[in-house]
């Protein structure tokens, strides 16, 4: 079974409107790390925002925004005003801590912002 | 202060042949990990060093190969190249052991095998 499922291979969204980019994860730890990565075309992986299992609030790092719904296992990522320079691969990745060091990831979804 | 660095950046390589690539880690980070990633498989985790010693292994033949140098610098082989080994490969590194909250990731060595 995944352990990362990203629901959208691919997104078109006008510059300037927020968007929401879907994750849900499975997991039986308790404790664990949620990330979302971006990934433009040069290939170079860039670390967005982090969320733990018993953090209480959504993280937030400025445009963006972890809506995270532990009861669903649920952590999308919201970008608030998108940009022409936000068209990219989006990846959601998990780490449990109980088990091992790796991060798990999803397949993507690629975001399109239209001009 | 200086981010994840990986050399080369591109490679072409035979069939048969065996290849290096390098990560320098973030100044300070101890634990560096090495991901595949390829279209159709998406990005798979080869193994993950901290300290010298490496902590965890994904699922890949014996024919990829890493260490770590006392100054976390990583290094990844991968001996008698195969067509299939043609892939973006990433090193991350980790500020600390098992509770980090941050990975970084370097820009890749793209690897092509002719």
């Known amino acids: 079974a995944q352990k990362i499922t990203q629901t959208q291979p691919g997104m078109f969204v006008q510059e300037k409107e927020a968007v929401t980019l879907d994750c849900t994860y499975d997991t039986s730890d308790q404790s664990y790390g949620l990330f979302w990565y971006k990934q433009p075309s040069s290939g170079e992986m860039i670390f967005l925002i982090y969320?733990?299992?018993?953090?209480?609030q959504n993280a937030t790092e400025g445009r963006y925004s972890l809506n995270f719904q532990k009861a669903r296992k649920s952590a999308n990522l919201v970008i608030s005003a998108s940009q022409l320079g936000d068209s990219a691969m989006y990846f959601c990745a998990m780490r449990e801590f109980n088990r091992d060091d790796k991060i798990i990831f999803g397949k993507g979804t690629r975001l399109h912002i239209l001009p | 202060k200086a981010g994840v660095t990986q050399t080369p950046r591109y490679l072409i390589k035979t069939r048969g042949q065996q290849v290096t690539l390098s990560c320098s880690p973030i100044?300070?980070?101890?634990?560096v990990s090495w991901y595949q990633q390829t279209p159709g498989q998406g990005l798979q985790f080869l193994f993950e060093y901290f300290s010298e010693t490496q902590r965890n292994k994904g699922n890949f033949p014996g024919r990829f190969s890493g260490r770590q140098f006392s100054n976390s610098r990583s290094e990844m082989n991968v001996s008698t190249l195969e067509l299939g080994d043609s892939a973006l490969y990433l090193c991350a590194s980790s500020p600390r052991d098992r509770t980090y909250t941050e990975a970084f990731f370097g820009q890749g060595t793209r690897l092509t095998v002719v």
């Open positions: 100044s300070g980070h101890r634990s």
């Open positions: 969320q733990g299992s018993y953090d209480e």
